[in-house]
């Protein structure tokens, strides 16, 4: 749809209530409804690379996604409101990936730095168990949530996160 977003947008995720996130590089966020209708729009203060929506395993519906953006920062938006919850430092250089475990207890960030970062639902965080000399591109979290692979360089590592 045309008119929303006036730069890329490098990011978009569906919500558990069917309607999409779009992120633009100029800090704009659109939550679309299922008829391509545009429900509500926010801006931040900085390009978001990655944009990912708490799960609601066990619970009801949750209203949480995380976002991750080239200042380095990790924010927690409420996605009714499209307001900034949280706002955190978490990468020295963009933060790149953002991403949940299975059950939504922890979320992990990758950036520029090299690093891959633990936190807790809430962003604090818990720790950081990849120190690469190397910008980690992109992460995934393995099934029981013990494990964690990463890519950096022309490689692909698999850690214990558990």
């Known amino acids: 749809r045309r008119g929303q977003h006036e730069v890329m947008v490098p990011c978009a995720t ?7 996130l779009s992120c633009g590089d100029d800090g ?6 299922v008829d391509g209708s545009v429900v509500s729009k926010s801006k931040i203060d900085s ?3 990655s944009i990912a929506w708490m799960p609601s395993v066990g619970r ?12 380095g920062t990790l924010r927690l938006i ?11 430092q978490a990468h020295h250089g963009a933060a790149i990936q953002v991403g949940w475990n299975l059950d939504g207890s922890a979320m992990y960030s990758g950036g ?10 809430t962003a604090n965080l818990r720790n950081t168990p990849v120190r690469s000399q190397h910008a980690v591109y992109a992460f995934a979290a ?5 494990e964690l692979c990463y890519a950096s360089e022309l490689r692909l590592y698999v850690i214990s996160v558990g």
């Not at 569906?14 to 999409?20: D, F, I, K, R």
């Not at 409420?78 to 955190?88: D, I, N």
């Not at 520029?112 to 639902?121: A, R, T």
């Not at 393995?142 to 013990?146: D, N, R």
């Open 28 to 33: 704009t966020i659109v939550k679309w409804g």
């Open 47 to 49: 390009s978001v690379t």
């Open 60 to 71: 009801g519906q949750t209203d949480v996604f995380a976002i991750c953006c080239t200042d």
């Open 112 to 121: 520029e730095d090299g690093e891959i970062k633990v936190w807790s639902k």
């Open 142 to 146: 393995g099934p029981t949530g013990e």
């Open 78 to 88: 409420a996605g009714s409101t499209l307001r900034e919850e949280r706002k955190v």
């Open 14 to 20: 569906w919500t558990p209530g069917n309607e999409l």
